[in-house]
C-alpha cells in the first residue's frame, strides 16, 4: 500500500468506532440483543470448557490403570471406542495438515508465479491488487478492533443480565406467599417429626433395593419391553405414512399425466397373495405367535 | 382415521423407495465400516492404507499387504450390493430395508423367488438406475404397481403388513385432484 493510500485509508470514517460512539447518545435494541447473544456465547463456552476441565481433573487416574482383559465383547467394544478416539484424532491431524499444506501450497505458487507478475506487462495491474490488498487489511484490522472492544462489552453485559436475571427468580420465589407458606409448612412438620421423613426415606429406599436384588429381570424387562414397544410404534407409524404416501404420490403423478384416477388396484393373483400372507416364511414366526 | 387392511396387496412406490434407502444406508454402513476395520488393523502395524507406504511398517510385507487389503475393499464395494440384494430376495422374499417397511417380493407364480429370479431382479435394478429411475417410477402409473425390475424378474412386492392408509387424507387428496377428471 502506498502511503497517499494508506493515508486516506487512515482518514475514512470507521464505522465500527462511530457506531460506539452513536451508541454513548441513543439506544440501538438491535445492536444490544446481538451484544448480549455473543455475551452468552462467550460466557457459556467458558464455562463448558472449565466444567470440562474440572472433570476431566476429577476423574483423571494417575497411574492410568490397565483394565482387566475381558471376553471378546469387551475386546470388541475397546476396540470400537479406540477407533473412534483414533479417528478424531486423525480428522484433527488432517485438518491441520491440509491446512499446513494450503499454506505452504499457495506460498510456493506466488512464489512460481512472481517473476511472471513482476514482469512490465502486468504493472497496469498492480495498482487495483494492491489497493484490494490494503482494503482486506484494512478490514481485517477494523473487526479485530471492534472484535476487542465488544468482546469485553459482551461478557459483562452478558454477565450482568444473568445476573439479575437469577436474582430476579430467587426474589419472586421468595416474595411469593404461595412458595413461602409451602416452604413454612413443610419446615414445620419436620422440625415436629424429624424422625418421620427419616424413616420413610430410609425404609423406603431399603424396600426398593431390595427388591431390585431380588428381581432385576423385572426391571430389565420393564426397560427392554418400553424400548422395543417404542421402536415399533414409531415404526407402525413410519410404514402408515409411507403407505398414506403411496396412494398419494400416485394420484399426483397420474393427475400430472392426465389419466384419470385409479379407483382400486387390481388384486394379485392368489398364488402371489398366498406368499405375502404372514408366516409363511420362518421370519413370520413371531407374527404367528402374537396372532 | 380407518380403513381397510392393505395385507396381500401391491405396495407402492413410496414404501418401496424409502426401503431401498434404508438398504443402501446398510450397504454404505458396512462397506464403510469393513474400510474402517482394515484401516485400524492396518495402522496397528504402522502402514498407512491410503497410501500403503510402508517405510514405518513393522512387518517386511507390508506394502503388499496393504495392495491386497485395498483390492479386497474394492472388490467388497463392487460386490456386496449384489450380494446382498440377491441373497436376501433368495433366503426371504425381503431385504432388511423392505422388511422394515413390510414389504416383501413374490413372483406372479406364487413359487418362491429364486436365485436367477433374484439375480434378473437385480440386473433389473441397474436398468432402472442406468435409465434415470424411470424404471422405478414405472411404479406410480403401472396398474400392478411393478417396475421394469419387476417385469424383468416377473416379481411383485406386496405388503406383508396390516398396512393401513389415512382414508381421510386420501380422500381428501381424491376430491383436490379428481377435479382434474371432472374437466376432462
Redesign the interface.
Same mark, same amino acid.
Given at each position: 500500500m502506498t502511503d497517499g493510500e494508506a493515508q486516506n485509508e487512515n482518514t475514512q470514517p470507521d464505522p465500527g468506532q462511530d457506531a460506539a460512539q452513536q451508541e454513548a447518545g441513543t439506544f440501538d435494541a438491535y445492536r444490544s440483543l446481538v451484544r448480549l447473544l455473543v455475551g452468552l456465547v462467550l460466557i457459556g463456552g467458558d464455562s463448558l470448557i472449565g466444567r470440562l476441565r474440572e472433570w476431566e481433573a476429577t476423574h483423571q487416574v494417575d497411574p492410568p490403570v490397565e483394565p482387566a482383559a475381558g471376553g471378546d465383547g469387551d475386546s470388541v467394544l475397546g476396540?470400537l471406542v479406540?477407533?473412534t478416539f483414533?479417528?478424531a484424532e486423525m480428522i484433527r491431524q488432517a485438518v491441520s495438515g491440509a491446512a499446513g499444506l494450503s499454506v505452504t501450497v499457495a506460498g510456493a505458487m506466488w512464489s512460481a508465479v512472481r517473476p511472471v507478475t513482476q514482469y512490465w506487462l502486468f504493472r497496469p495491474f498492480w495498482l487495483p491488487v494492491r489497493t484490494i490488498a490494503a482494503r482486506g487489511e484494512a478490514k481485517h484490522e477494523r473487526y479485530a478492533r471492534i472484535g476487542r472492544s465488544e468482546e469485553q462489552r459482551s461478557r459483562k453485559l452478558a454477565g450482568e443480565v444473568m445476573d439479575s436475571l437469577i436474582e430476579a427468580i430467587i426474589n419472586y420465589v421468595g416474595a411469593n406467599p404461595g412458595v413461602e407458606a409451602l416452604v413454612d409448612a413443610q419446615l414445620a412438620r419436620l422440625a415436629a417429626h424429624p424422625e418421620t421423613l427419616d424413616l420413610l426415606v430410609r425404609g423406603a429406599g431399603d424396600r426398593y433395593i431390595a427388591y431390585l436384588n431380588e428381581h432385576p429381570e423385572n426391571v430389565q424387562n420393564l426397560v427392554q419391553g418400553q424400548a422395543a414397544g417404542m421402536a415399533t410404534e414409531v415404526?407402525d407409524d413410519?410404514? $402408515?405414512l $409411507?403407505?398414506?404416501?403411496?396412494?398419494?404420490?400416485?394420484?399426483?403423478?397420474?393427475?400430472l399425466?392426465?389419466?384419470? +384416477?385409479?379407483e382400486d388396484? +387390481?388384486?394379485? +393373483?392368489?398364488?402371489?397373495?398366498?406368499?405375502?400372507?404372514?408366516g409363511r416364511?420362518?421370519?413370520?414366526i413371531r407374527y404367528i405367535k402374537e396372532h | 382415521m380407518a380403513g381397510r387392511k @392393505?395385507?396381500? &396387496?401391491?405396495?407402492?412406490?413410496?414404501?418401496r423407495a424409502?426401503g431401498l434407502v434404508l438398504d443402501y444406508v446398510v450397504i454404505t454402513a458396512v462397506v464403510v465400516g469393513v474400510a @474402517? %476395520?482394515a484401516n485400524?488393523l492396518f495402522?496397528a502395524f504402522r502402514i498407512d492404507l491410503a497410501t500403503c507406504s510402508n517405510s514405518r511398517s513393522v512387518i517386511s510385507f507390508g506394502a503388499s499387504a496393504c495392495q491386497a487389503g485395498r483390492w479386497f475393499l474394492v472388490f467388497l464395494a463392487a460386490i456386496f450390493g449384489p450380494f446382498y440384494f440377491v441373497v436376501l430376495w433368495m433366503l #426371504?422374499? &425381503?431385504t432388511i430395508g423392505q422388511?422394515?417397511?413390510?414389504v416383501?417380493v413374490?413372483? @406372479?407364480?406364487?413359487?418362491?423367488v429364486g436365485f436367477w429370479r433374484s439375480l434378473a431382479r437385480w440386473i433389473g435394478y441397474q436398468v432402472c438406475i442406468f435409465t434415470l429411475g424411470l424404471g422405478f417410477?414405472w411404479v406410480?402409473?403401472d /396398474?400392478?404397481?411393478m417396475g421394469w425390475h419387476d417385469k424383468i424378474a416377473r416379481t411383485?412386492v @406386496?405388503?406383508?403388513?396390516p398396512? &393401513? &392408509? /389415512?382414508e381421510d %387424507?386420501?380422500a381428501r387428496? /381424491?376430491r383436490r %385432484?379428481?377435479r382434474?377428471?371432472a374437466n #376432462?
Open positions: 476396540a479406540g477407533m483414533d479417528t415404526r413410519v410404514r $402408515t $409411507t403407505v398414506t404416501g403411496d396412494t398419494f404420490l400416485e394420484t399426483v403423478a397420474r393427475a399425466f392426465r389419466r384419470a +384416477p385409479r388396484l +387390481p388384486p394379485p +393373483p392368489p398364488e402371489a397373495q398366498h406368499q405375502a400372507i404372514p416364511w420362518a421370519g413370520d | @392393505l395385507v396381500g &396387496q401391491y405396495a407402492g412406490f413410496v414404501s424409502v @474402517l %476395520f485400524l495402522s #426371504t422374499g &425381503q422388511r422394515v417397511m413390510g416383501r413374490v413372483r @406372479l407364480s406364487g413359487r418362491r417410477l406410480l402409473v /396398474n400392478r404397481r411383485c @406386496l405388503y406383508v403388513w398396512a &393401513q &392408509q /389415512n %387424507f386420501i387428496v /381424491n %385432484f379428481g382434474h377428471k #376432462t
